[in-house]
């Protein structure tokens, strides 16, 4: 299928999979409660499930730690290399305050829907002594990055080492969540067989607010920065963008499809030298996407578990999110790693993060269009209103 020339090739392997293996679970853990099935045989599909969220939480550490150092270095990198004007920076730096906000928002008010924990023993992620060093890990990651930048020619084998090794774990993580569709089942089946259906309600709250506050932060923020260029540019981008977005969505990561969002804004009048300039910074810098669902997944996450939220852990929570939106990550499931790493900082148990797993190819691919959305409306923008002349 070809979008105004563009060809967009929508693999929907692992979204059918996804949605197979929700309505498997729905059917048979309503048949395992109506029956009556033996506990014995939930709590070992709940523990094969919780099995697999540890791996993904174990492999997320140090995949969110290293596209941390990774992201770091390229921004500064891209921004002593004067590639892309100060002006592009603030915006998409306003643009991310702004999404993490509201998907703070957007997940408090939003409400609770507390399930208490089925099963005894698996209450948490485990590792209590790795909770303290986390933190540090993570700060730290950032002057690791910062010198690995700026330590000159003699650090190259450092950077690109860095480099690889946040590309293996990375791709490791997408082989991993190639067994989701099994994970969900042994994590559902058992909880609906107990619970009934009311398991399915924060997942689906989730994906709703997710869906809702992404198309509505394009339509709003950016449709009104587009504006700016005249009243027919929205219009405009949207039409010759719109293959980019159909693409990063089915593919669920906004840096894959560079080339094809290059000739999009091409078509567009944008001057390839300030499109691929103005493209990379956004990519790094236009997380939008990853703040807003970071927000939104967070605060549910904590309804969901009936945490309280003080002022002050609001405001640790806005600075941790704006902090993994530094990572560099350009896979499939990078939010979704994110998340696991955001909810270990808090403190949740590990059933908070089954909610996240309901519809995680809808959740990642809008948090991805969304990225791709900013990148290059920020490139539109660099071009039409003088931003990158010197």
């Given at each position: 299928m070809q979008i105004r020339g563009i060809p967009v090739n929508i693999k929907l392997n692992n979204t059918v999979l996804m949605i197979a293996s929700l309505i498997v679970s729905v059917l048979a853990g309503l048949i395992l409660?109506?029956?009556?099935?033996?506990?014995?045989?939930?709590?070992?599909?709940?523990?094969?499930?919780?099995?697999?969220?540890?791996?993904?939480?174990?492999?997320?550490?140090?995949?969110?730690?290293?596209?941390?150092?990774?992201?770091?270095?390229?921004?500064?990198?891209?921004?002593?290399?004067?590639?892309?004007?100060?002006?592009?920076?603030?915006?998409?730096?306003?643009?991310?305050?702004?999404?993490?906000?509201?998907?703070?928002?957007?997940?408090?008010?939003?409400?609770?829907?507390?399930?208490?924990?089925?099963?005894?023993?698996?209450?948490?992620?485990?590792?209590?002594?790795?909770?303290?060093?986390?933190?540090?890990?993570?700060?730290?990651?950032?002057?690791?990055?910062?010198?690995?930048?700026?330590?000159?020619?003699?650090?190259?084998?450092?950077?690109?080492?860095?480099?690889?090794?946040?590309?293996?774990?990375?791709?490791?993580?997408?082989?991993?969540?190639?067994?989701?569709?099994v994970a969900l089942f042994c994590l559902l089946c058992p909880l609906i067989a107990l619970r009934g259906l009311t398991v399915l309600w924060p997942g689906v709250k989730l994906a709703v607010v997710t869906s809702f506050c992404c198309v509505a932060y394009g339509a709003l923020v950016y449709g009104y920065q587009l504006r700016h260029c005249g009243k027919d540019c929205p219009a405009h981008f949207l039409r010759n963008f719109k293959p980019v977005l159909f693409q990063t969505f089915s593919v669920c990561s906004s840096g894959s499809k560079e080339g094809d969002a290059l000739r999009s804004l091409k078509r567009m009048g944008v001057t390839e030298e300030t499109g691929s300039a103005a493209w990379s910074c956004g990519k790094l810098a236009g997380k939008t996407g990853t703040t807003l669902y970071l927000g939104i997944a967070c605060m549910l996450a904590v309804r969901y578990v009936g945490m309280p939220v003080s002022l002050i852990s609001a405001i640790l929570i806005f600075a941790w999110i704006l902090l993994l939106s530094l990572a560099g990550t350009r896979y499939r499931g990078s939010g979704l790693y994110c998340v696991l790493v955001l909810l270990f900082l808090l403190g949740l148990p590990l059933r908070a993060a089954v909610p996240l797993l309901l519809f995680e190819w809808l959740l990642d691919g809008m948090r991805s269009s969304l990225n791709a959305a900013a990148a290059g409306t920020g490139a539109y923008l660099a071009d039409k209103l003088g931003w990158m002349k010197k």
């Open positions: 409660g109506v029956a009556g099935g033996g506990r014995g045989l939930n709590l070992m599909l709940y523990a094969v499930g919780m099995a697999y969220l540890k791996l993904l939480f174990l492999l997320a550490v140090p995949l969110v730690l290293l596209n941390l150092i990774s992201g770091v270095m390229l921004r500064l990198h891209i921004w002593f290399d004067n590639s892309s004007p100060a002006r592009l920076w603030l915006f998409h730096g306003i643009a991310v305050v702004g999404a993490a906000v509201l998907g703070m928002a957007a997940g408090t008010i939003t409400g609770s829907s507390q399930i208490p924990a089925a099963f005894a023993g698996f209450t948490d992620f485990g590792l209590r002594w790795f909770r303290t060093l986390l933190p540090w890990m993570l700060m730290l990651s950032l002057p690791i990055g910062a010198a690995a930048a700026k330590i000159g020619p003699e650090g190259e084998e450092a950077r690109r080492l860095f480099r690889s090794l946040a590309d293996v774990f990375a791709f490791a993580g997408t082989l991993l969540l190639q067994f989701l569709p």
